[in-house]
């Protein structure tokens, strides 16, 4: 079982007077087939901690580790990333033009598995992911995200998901901006490939709603850079009655 461990990370970024330190000890071990969810008010640090784990330039690691089954996630390229398992819902919303979502999801796969999937059951595959998000068949000859409205973006992210079959999910907000139904229909994706049991997803988000669907079997509180507490899906609904206001006391939400 693939493992994800995060200790004492602390991460800056570069702002205009100087350096600002942004996540200042976080600690998290998220296993392949457990469901982790991050919830912190705006600003806690929690895409940082998400694009500090995806390799992203502008966040710079000055303490602390990541590691997969004991490599060391941070020094790898983020195409390795990928081939290790991990797959960081992130990374993708940039758009590339010229490039179908077909394609895409193609060479992705063929990237990740080492050589490319055989193309009638591939084709099905693809299919039927479409076919669980809801997604019209022509989508997949559009180009990735150009002009995708945001719940297509996220549908998209998903269909990837369950296509790629990672062993250590995290998905950044993929509730934010949702209906309802499409709510619905993205957790009914995530549930899917959680219930394949090979997968351990850490779900950040502001609010609880997407947890109706998603039911985490860990919750863990994330205010001024690290986590301020960790609990059962109990501490969700804990979180919807109370919010955040007890664990920013003294620390700012900036
Ligand atoms: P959250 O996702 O919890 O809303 P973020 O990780 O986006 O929080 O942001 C945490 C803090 O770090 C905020 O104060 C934000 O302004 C700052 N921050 C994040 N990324 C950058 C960046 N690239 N440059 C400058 N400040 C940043
Ligand atoms: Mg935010
Ligand atoms: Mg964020």
Redesign the pocket.
């Known amino acids: 079982m693939a493992t994800l461990e995060i200790r004492d990370l602390h991460v800056t ?1 570069e ?1 205009e007077n100087g350096t ?1 330190e ?1 996540l200042k000890g976080v600690d998290l071990t998220v296993k392949q087939g457990e469901t982790h969810a991050i919830m ?1 008010p ?7 901690l998400a694009y500090s784990i995806a390799g992203h330039p ?1 966040y710079t690691i000055t303490q602390g580790t990541v590691t997969l089954d004991g490599e060391d996630v941070l020094e790898m390229e983020v195409d390795e990333r990928a081939r290790a398992g991990m797959f960081l819902a992130m990374q993708y919303p940039v758009e590339v033009p010229g490039v179908s979502v077909s394609n895409f999801l193609r060479t992705s796969a063929t990237a990740i598995r080492g050589e490319a999937p055989k193309l009638r059951t591939w084709v099905k595959e693809v299919k039927e992911a479409m076919a669980g998000l809801q997604m019209d068949p022509s989508f997949a000859e559009r180009n990735v995200n150009e002009g995708f409205s945001g719940g297509e973006k996220k549908r998209h992210e998903i269909l990837q998901m369950e296509l790629l079959k990672p062993k250590i999910a995290i998905l950044d907000e993929t509730d934010s901006g949702l209906d309802v139904d499409a709510l619905r229909v993205v957790s009914e994706g995530v549930n899917r490939v959680r219930a394949t049991g090979e997968v351990g997803t850490l779900l950040i988000t502001h609010y609880t709603r997407i947890l109706r669907y998603i039911k985490p079997d860990f919750v863990h509180v ?1 205010a001024n850079g690290k986590i301020a507490e960790s609990g059962g899906a109990e501490l969700a609904d804990k979180l919807e009655s109370e919010g955040y206001e007890a664990y920013v006391k003294g620390g700012a939400s ?1």
């Open positions: 970024v702002v600002k942004i912190g705006n600003g806690s640090g929690k895409s940082t502008k994330f900036a």
